[in-house]
C-alpha cells in the first residue's frame, strides 16, 4: 500500500514539473531599439539660385547713378550664382512623429557675378536736355556695361529631419539661422556688409549603404540686407537647386 502511494505522488511532482517548465520556456518580446541615424555625420553640397534678390536691379540702378543719370532700362544679364557648403553634425538618436531629427553645423560660400549695361546721361548732358527729352542733336543716349561681383558667406546652426520611404529612398527637410557676411563689388569699389540669414530646404534622399548617402532638393534663403552703396539688395525670397553627400560616422 505504501508502495503505491509513492508511486502515485512521484507521478504528481512529475506531472507539475513537466507543467511549469513548458511555461518557462516562453521567451519574453525583446524591447524595441531605440531610434538612432548613426552617430556623427559629415557632408556638402553643391546649387545655383535661380535669381538674385527682388530688388536687384532697382539697387544697381541708384548706384549707378551716382556717377551717372541712368534711365529704367538697366538690364541684369549673363547672372551666374553658386552655391557651396559644408556641414558636421550629429543625430539627435530621437525622433518627431516618426521622423528622424539631427543637428548639424553648416559653413556656406554664395558666389557669383552679372553683367549691367544700360543707357545712361551723364550730369552735364542732362543740363542740356531739349523739351523734347534727347540733347541737341543726339537721338539716343549713351550705353554702359559693368560686372556687379557678389561674395556672400553664411554660418548657421540647422535642425534636419528625414524619414525613409522604400528601400534606402527617403525624404529629408532642413531649417536653420545665423549670420551672413557679404561683399560687392560695383565700378572698382568694394562694399562690405553682414546680418540675419535664414534658410530651408526638402528634398530626396538615397542612402547607397550604411555610411554613404546622396540628397538632391530646392533651398530658400533670406538674407536680412547686402549693402551696396546707400542701398540694400533684399534677398528675402531666393530659391537654389542643390545636391550633396553626406558620411555617416
Not at 69 to 98: E, K, P
Not at 103 to 124: C, H, I, K, Q
Request: aromatic share 12%; glycine share 12%; charged share 20%.
Amino acid at each position: 500500500m505504501k508502495t503505491k502511494t509513492m508511486i502515485a505522488l512521484a507521478s504528481c511532482i512529475t506531472a507539475t514539473a513537466f507543467a511549469g517548465t513548458s511555461e518557462m520556456v516562453i521567451p519574453a518580446p525583446a524591447p524595441e531599439p531605440s531610434p538612432s541615424l548613426g552617430g556623427w555625420f559629415v557632408g556638402g553640397t553643391y546649387g545655383q539660385l535661380d535669381g538674385l534678390g527682388s530688388n536687384f536691379e532697382g539697387v544697381l540702378e541708384d548706384e549707378i547713378g551716382s556717377d551717372f543719370i541712368a534711365r529704367n532700362n538697366i538690364q541684369v544679364t549673363d547672372f551666374d550664382f553658386d552655391l557651396y557648403s559644408l556641414h558636421i553634425g550629429r543625430d539627435l538618436g530621437t525622433q518627431f512623429l516618426g521622423i528622424d531629427v539631427a543637428a548639424y553645423l553648416e559653413v556656406a560660400y554664395l558666389t557669383g557675378d552679372a553683367n549691367v549695361s544700360g543707357n545712361f546721361l551723364t550730369p552735364s548732358q542732362f543740363d542740356n536736355f531739349d523739351s523734347n527729352g534727347f540733347l541737341d542733336g543726339l537721338d539716343s543716349f549713351g550705353a554702359f556695361s559693368e560686372t556687379v561681383d557678389l561674395d556672400i558667406l553664411p554660418i548657421t546652426l540647422n535642425i534636419k529631419l528625414e524619414r525613409n520611404l522604400v528601400a534606402g529612398l527617403g525624404v529629408y527637410g532642413t531649417a536653420g539661422a545665423g549670420y551672413a557676411f557679404s561683399n560687392v563689388e560695383l565700378l572698382d569699389e568694394s562694399e562690405r556688409d553682414g546680418g540675419f540669414y535664414a534658410q530651408a530646404s526638402a528634398g530626396l534622399l538615397y542612402n547607397i549603404n550604411q555610411s554613404f548617402e546622396v540628397y538632391g532638393g530646392g533651398r530658400w534663403l533670406y538674407l536680412e540686407s547686402v549693402g551696396i552703396g546707400d542701398s540694400d539688395i533684399e534677398l528675402d525670397n531666393d530659391f537654389a537647386w542643390e545636391a550633396g553627400v553626406r558620411y555617416n560616422f
